[in-house]
């Protein structure tokens, strides 16, 4: 029980499977093909700085628009009876459990042409293409990634001491105030987790974009997808470029909660 | 905080969620039954359902999800309770930095961890001469599995009374039968929660699995992954409401089965 020798096989399976790997990256990103020290592959990565910033604006929306619509839910879901509460959890659970895959392609089926919301707004007199475009990327990424934002959310949320509302409501505090200096500061940790929950894969993921988006709407996800299988060399200086970009955002995002913890 | 009888722009918010979250499932659980190919309504039909079990490419992928995924999880359950409990007794910067090391897969973009495997797997296969399959995919699917057990054993481990092994010691338990008895039994409702999640990611993996796969091997996701490269068959909605129905009930099964746990617990 007091062993510290159980730590050993993992200790290994990370070394081989975890930090190997990751030194790899780094040394194919800096090598030419024959292995030769190189920075052409940065040079071809920059030819994707739009993409990059395409991709960051994306997953800046989808963070947003998910923290705007999760927020509120999982404030009303604290205060319901807990059995609708575990209700509610488990339909907002259901459609993650649903494959990654089958997820875009319900996407692809609503938003297609003569799809249904195409039909509907049609009768309606209104006319348009809702797939191929920035706006059908970012629906697909909310709905992939909207549980993740209300779930922790909830969680730090329904732990809140109903005492200490209480104890506001006691000193003279209306609703604004107990939520403005109770409950909000309160439930900062699970707004920063659920932040970095949705923008991590939102910004690096593939796919959402090939399926829902236009020509202009490749991420970088997409890009280290498309070039690692003929370059490999170019695919880890974009991936290692993708690392340290999420890794800054974590450090950022700790940070904040840190400050937030103290204050 | 304060339970009370949900206002209407609370019912109109939460069914307007419901909706963005249900429409897209519900419109393909619709085409499932459809006789034509589009979107169409050409009257009802179970061709497609046919159709899917008569596609053994789908068959065999949804086998190799699920054995990759009970196979990983378990793996990862042994490997992260073990990993866990000698974690919890270091102490300070080694602690700090093996925790550091074993958040790794969770945190770094799924990505980056397929290409940077797939550059392990590729180099390990020229001097050992192997080829990417199964195995490789499970390796993988291991890899993000065991940082959520020991994420979710390390909690129980703080809570647990130390004196308890000791305890069972002084019983006459041998040190297995002691951390078999007493320290697993302590851990399970955190190792149970691992393998969950666990179970949960490895099902739902497509972007690792695409990258570590090789030639032959595939899962449900990169099988429909190709699929949707040629077309859309409507195959894929006979599979997504089976999927659907089945992950329905499994869930239903659990909230009944927690509501009488807390009804017995109330009860006490």
Redesign the interface.
């Known amino acids: ?11 290994i ?2 070394l ?7 030194v ?2 780094g040394v ?1 990103a800096f090598t030419d093909k024959n292995g030769a020290f190189t920075l052409s592959n940065f040079n071809n990565a920059l030819f994707y700085t739009n993409v990059f910033t395409k991709s960051l604006f994306i997953a800046f929306i989808s963070t947003l628009i998910c923290l705007v ?1 999760a927020y ?2 999982a404030y ?1 879901m ?7 509460q ?3 959890i ?14 875009i ?6 938003l ?1 042409q ?3 919301i195409d039909t509907a707004l049609s009768l309606l007199g209104i006319h348009g293409t809702y797939i191929g475009n920035t706006g059908a990327v970012i629906a697909g990424m909310v ?1 992939e990634y ?1 549980p993740f934002m209300v779930l922790p959310i909830y969680t730090v ?2 732990k ?1 001491d ?1 005492g200490l ?1 209480e104890a506001a409501r006691d000193l003279g505090s209306n609703s604004t105030a107990v939520f403005r200096k109770v ?1 909000f500061p309160l439930s900062v940790p699970g707004i920063i987790s659920g932040i970095t929950m949705v923008f ?2 939102s ?5 959402v974009s090939q ?1 829902l988006g236009g020509t202009d709407d490749i991420m970088i ?1 997409d890009v ?2 498309k070039v ?1 299988w003929t370059d ?1 060399n170019t ?2 200086a974009i ?1 290692l470029i ?2 340290v970009f ?1 890794f800054i955002f ?1 450090v950022i995002m700790n940070l904040f909660g840190d400050e937030e913890a103290i204050a | ?4 009888k ?1 206002g209407v722009f ?1 019912k109109v ?2 069914a307007l ?2 909706i ?6 519900a ?2 659980i619709f ?1 499932s039954f459809n006789k034509g190919k ?3 309504w050409k009257g009802f039909s179970l061709r497609w359902y046919g159709e899917l079990f008569k596609n053994k490419a789908i068959i065999s992928a949804l086998i190799n999800t699920l054995s990759i995924a009970v196979l990983a999880s378990l793996f990862a359950a042994i ?2 309770t ?2 866990a ?3 919890n ?2 102490k300070g910067k080694k602690r700090a930095v ?1 925790q550091n ?2 958040n ?2 969770i ?7 397929g ?6 797997f590729a ?1 390990l296969g020229n001097i050992f001469r192997f080829e990417m399959g199964y195995g490789t995919v499970l ?2 699917h ?2 993000f599995c ?1 940082p959520f057990v ?1 994420l979710n054993v390390i909690p129980r481990l703080k809570r647990m009374d ?1 004196s308890l ?1 000791d305890a069972a010691l002084d019983l006459g338990c041998n040190q297995w039968q ?2 078999f008895k007493v ?1 697993i039994h302590e851990l399970m409702p955190g190792i149970v929660s691992g393998f969950l999640m666990s179970f ?1 990611y490895s ?5 690792i699995t ?2 570590t796969q090789g030639a032959k091997f595939q899962n ?2 990169t099988e ?2 190709s699929m ?1 490269r040629r077309q ?1 068959p409507p195959t ?2 006979a ?2 409401t089976l ?2 129905v089945a ?2 009930i499994i ?1 239903i099964i659990i ?1 009944i089965r ?2 009488h746990e807390e009804k017995v617990k109330n009860g006490k």
Not at chain 1, 16 to 21: D, E, Q, R
């Open positions: 029980m007091k062993s510290r020798k159980l730590t050993i096989p993992y200790i399976w990370m081989v499977f975890t930090m190997i790997p990751i790899m990256i194919t619509a509120p839910l009303m604290t205060r319901m009876k807990k059995s609708t575990n209700t509610v488990m339909l907002i659970m259901i459609p993650m459990w649903m494959n990654f895959l089958l997820r392609y319900a996407w692809i089926i609503l297609q003569n799809g249904p709905y909207l949320m329904s809140i109903n509302i409950v991590v894969p910004a690096s993921t593939f796919l399926y996800g280290i997808d690692f490999q695919g880890s991936s993708l690392m999420i974590l | 905080m304060t339970k009370q949900s609370t918010y939460i969620i419901m963005f979250l249900y429409s897209p499932i419109v393909m085409s589009t979107l169409v490997l992260g073990a990993a409990i000698g974690i007794n270091f093996i090391v074993s790794i897969p945190i770094s973009p799924d990505i980056v961890m290409v940077s495997l797939m550059l392990l180099y390796i993988s291991i890899c065991v020991v130390p092994y002691a951390f320290v949960t099902l739902d993996d497509f972007i695409h990258f449900l996701s429909i992954y949707l859309i894929i909605n599979l997504s999927l659907f992950i329905m869930m909230n927690d509501r």
